[in-house]
């Protein structure tokens, strides 16, 4: 997989890859595409809430 690879401001973890076209199919092929969660497998559209909280739902403040 030949990929080059440069880094900008050592020491703050940014770092960018440039992958051929054909390291990145294998990259796909390999951990999926973006937006699925395994290869092959789309995530779902919709994410579910904490049951504890209703869509919207501010917390109240209690009083002394």
């Known amino acids: 997989m030949a990929a080059s ?3 900008f401001t050592p020491g703050k ?3 960018v890859y440039r ?3 054909e390291s990145l199919e294998d990259l796909y ?3 999926g595409r ?3 969660i395994a290869p ?3 995530a779902p ?3 579910t809430l904490p049951p504890t909280r209703a869509p919207g739902a501010v917390p109240l403040l ?3």
């Open 19 to 21: 992958l051929s076209p």
């Open 13 to 15: 973890g940014l770092v």
């Open 34 to 36: 973006p937006g699925e």
């Open 5 to 7: 690879i440069s880094s």
């Open 40 to 42: 092959g497998v789309k």
């Open 45 to 47: 559209r919709k994410r």
């Open 29 to 31: 092929r390999k951990y």
């Open 62 to 64: 209690e009083a002394d």
